[in-house]
C-alpha cells in the first residue's frame, strides 16, 4: 500500500506539489489524470524517490521514503519498483536484453547466466520476441514503449509506475499498450500508478482514478464515478473541452500576451 | 537599469554559489564511492578504451607538429644569434616534457573525449536515462562518473608520456632534416641536460588535469538542462571551462612543484 500525505514539491520559487493525500490499496491501479504540469510525474518520482518531498510523507508497506538511508535500505525499497519513463528511457548504448536485465544485477542475486532468458520471457509476456540484439534505435516508438515496460517488470515490482505510458503513440498501439498493462496486473498481481492524458486509456486499466489540478488532489473516484462528476475541472478534462475553469486561465493568459503583442506592434509602428 | 544589474549580479552569484556547491556534492560522492570499492570495472575499461585509445592518434600528432615547430623555431632563434642551432634537443625536449605535452595533451582530451562524455552524458540526462538508472538501483555517479574519472585519471599520463616521446622525435626530424643537426647530438643534449624530476615535473601535473577535465565533463553532462539546446550548452560550457582550468591550474600547479624543489 502506497500512502501520501501532506506532500509538498518545489523547485525554486515553483511550487509544484501542494499537499498531495492519497493511498493506493495494495493490488488497485489508481490512475493519475490531469492537465501539463499539474504534477503528476513529480508526485510519481518523489513515491520512487527520484525526488524527495519539502513537506510531508509518503509511506509505502510501512516504510517512510525519507527515512531510507543505507544503500541498502534504498535498494531494498527500489526492488520493490518498476518504473516505465515517458519515452521509454532505454539506454543507447546497450541492446534490448541487456536493458531488460539491466536492474537485475543491482537490484536481484538471479546470476547472470539467467539474465538473457528473462529477457525473452519479458519480452514475451509484452508481446514481442527476437529483438533480444536489437539497439533501442532499431525499435519503433510502441516497441521501445513495450521493452521499457519489460524492462520495468523483469525484476518481478510489487509496484509498477507508469508515467504517461500511451503518450506519443497512434490509437491503436494505445489501446495494444493499455491491454498490456491490464494483463499485466492480472498475470503479476502489481500495484499501480499509471500518469496519463489519455481517458480512453484511463477508463480501461483504473481501478480508480484520481484528478490532480495545480499540485493538488481534486477527486478520487471510481471510473464510472469520474465519467458523471459534477466537479467542473474534472468535468471539462474528461470531456475534453476548452471552455471551462481550467482553460479560461490559459485563455486569460492568451488574451493578456496577445494584448502585449498588439502593444509592441504598436510601438514598433509608430517608431 | 541600476536595479536589473545588481539583480542580474546577484542571480549571477547565487548561480554560481549554486553550481559550486553541486560539483563539490559531485566531487565529494565520486571519492565517497571510490573508497566503498565497488568499481565498475567493465565501464572503466570501456572508457579507458575511449578516452586513451582513440585518442592517441590525434594526441600524438599534435606533439608530433609541436614539436616540430618547437625544433624549427629554436634551430632559426639559435642560427639568427649564434649562427649555429644550438641546443636545439635540449629546449625541445624540456619545453615538450614539463609544460606543452601535459598541457596540450590534456586540451586535446577535453575537446575530444570531455565534449563526448559531456554531451552523452547530456543526453542521458534529458531522456531520464540517469533516473532509469536510479530506478533500476544503480547511482549514477557510480555508474558512470566514476569509471570516466578512473580511465581519465590512467590514460591521460599514458597519452601525455606518448605525446613527451613523439613530440621529441618530431623536433629530431627537423633538426636533423632543417638544420643537418646530427642524431648523438640532438638526443646528447637531451640526456645530458635534463634529469628524471623534470619528467616528474610534467607527469604528476596530468594527474590534476585529468581529475579537472573528468570531472567538469561529468558535472556539466549530469547537470544539463534543457534539450538539444541544453545538451549543447553543456558540451560547450564543459570544453571551455575545462581548458581555461587547464591553463589555470598548470600555474599553481607548476608553482606548488616548484616549491617542492620537483622543477
Known sequence: MIDAEGVIKSFGPRTILRGIDIRVETGETLVIIGGSGCGKSTFLKCVIGLHHPDSGKIVVDGVNVADLKTEREIAEYRRKFGYLFQEGALFDSMTVWENITFGLRYLTDIPPGKYRKIASDCLALVGLKDIEDFKPSELSGGMKKRVALARAIAAQPSYILYDEPTTGLDPIMTDVIADLILDLQKQLKVTAIAVTHDMKAAYKVASRIAMFHEGKVLQVAHPEIIKISDNPYVRQFVDGKSEGPIKMKLKDFEAEGASNHVVKKNDVARN | ?263
Open chain 2, 1 to 263: 537599469m541600476i536595479g536589473s544589474a545588481v539583480g542580474g549580479f546577484g542571480k549571477f552569484i547565487l548561480d554560481t554559489a549554486e553550481e559550486t556547491g553541486q560539483f563539490t556534492f559531485l566531487v565529494r560522492s565520486t571519492f565517497g564511492w571510490m573508497t566503498s570499492y565497488r568499481i565498475e570495472w567493465r565501464q572503466t575499461l570501456i572508457q579507458m578504451v575511449k578516452v586513451g585509445v582513440e585518442s592517441l592518434p590525434v594526441t600524438a600528432m599534435t606533439a608530433f607538429f609541436t614539436g616540430m615547430v618547437l625544433a624549427l623555431q629554436t634551430g632559426a632563434s639559435s642560427k639568427h644569434f649564434f649562427n649555429e642551432p644550438l641546443f636545439v634537443g635540449t629546449v625541445v625536449a624540456f619545453s615538450l616534457v614539463m609544460e606543452l605535452a601535459p598541457v596540450m595533451t590534456a586540451i586535446v582530451v577535453a575537446g575530444r573525449a570531455g565534449a563526448a562524455i559531456a554531451a552523452e552524458l547530456g543526453t542521458m540526462k534529458v531522456t531520464e536515462q540517469i533516473d532509469a538508472l536510479y530506478t533500476l538501483g544503480t547511482d549514477p555517479i557510480r555508474y558512470l562518473v566514476i569509471p570516466r574519472f578512473i580511465a581519465f585519471m590512467c590514460v591521460l599520463p599514458l597519452l601525455t608520456v606518448a605525446s613527451d616521446f613523439t613530440g621529441i622525435w618530431g623536433g629530431y626530424l627537423v633538426a636533423h632534416a632543417k638544420y643537418q643537426i646530427p642524431a648523438t647530438v640532438y638526443w646528447h643534449d637531451i640526456v645530458n641536460n635534463m634529469e628524471i624530476r623534470h619528467f616528474v615535473h610534467g607527469f604528476l601535473k596530468t594527474f590534476v588535469f585529468a581529475a579537472v577535465v573528468s570531472l567538469v565533463s561529468c558535472f556539466k553532462g549530469v547537470t544539463t538542462r534543457g534539450g538539444a539546446e541544453g545538451v549543447g550548452k553543456a558540451t560547450t560550457s564543459a570544453v571551455v571551462i575545462s581548458m581555461v582550468l587547464i591553463l589555470v591550474l598548470d600555474y599553481f600547479a607548476t608553482a606548488v612543484l616548484n616549491a617542492f624543489g620537483i622543477t
